[in-house]
């Protein structure tokens, strides 16, 4: 499938970084899980829930720094440097597609990034190492450099607005693509799961690389349960 394609959209979830050691939301033990998440609405509202959610969000990046791109991400690179597969839609907000080599036109996140912060208001990115400073002096997060506004790691937290750039992008390549490849996704969170449906409706091949089944097995052309590096070691060249 991958020989006749002409044009690819790859599609990833945290699946695909379990193998750098980062685990995923939904499988048995996550720590994503272990607390209730903080909604866009309520890190608004709360001096406190602000404070928590980067409490939170350092504690995390202690536990998964130093993580390297997977087989799964040199992979994709792969098929990326073949010119026929012009972007990897992904879940993640690791970078780590980024650090397998892709540049950042060759990767649409559709739930941001967590490697950076942005500003609220004006959208100005400021780095992690700094906020962290600020938290540790003063037990409090600054305020956006530029313009005093509230800062945020820059993903999407639960309840806030799917970013419009990324989200275009994501439609685009999926309505002109003729294979649609996904790796480590359990499919389920939406509107991104909505992707992989979209493509087979719009006439493209859908193959779907996950350990476990997932709610469009039976719409794809091809699914193979299997761990992705042992499928995606084939491509890395
Ligand atoms: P998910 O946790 O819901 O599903 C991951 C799927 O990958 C599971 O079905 C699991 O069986 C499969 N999987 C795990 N390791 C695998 C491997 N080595 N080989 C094959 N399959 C494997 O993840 P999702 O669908 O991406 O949704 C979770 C949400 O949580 C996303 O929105 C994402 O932004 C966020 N998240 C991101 C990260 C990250 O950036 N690395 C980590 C955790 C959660």
Known sequence: MIQDAQVIAGFTGAGISTESGIPDFRSPG???????????ELFMRSAEARREAWR????MDDLYRGAGPSLGHLGFASLVATGRMPAVITQNIDGLHQASGLGEDQVIELHGNGTYARCLS???????????QCLDADGEPPNCRICGGILKSATISFGQTMPEGPMRQAQRLTASCDLFLVAGSSLVVYPAAAFPAFAKESGARLVIVNREPTPLDEAADLVI?????????????
């Open 122 to 132: 004006c959208g100005c990115r400021h780095e992690l190492d700094w906020v962290r």
């Open 56 to 59: 939170r969000k350092f504690a």
């Open 30 to 40: 996550s720590p994503w899980m272990r607390h209730k998440p903080i909604s866009f």
């Open 225 to 237: 349960h299997a761990e992705i590096g042992s499928v995606f070691s084939e491509f890395v060249s």
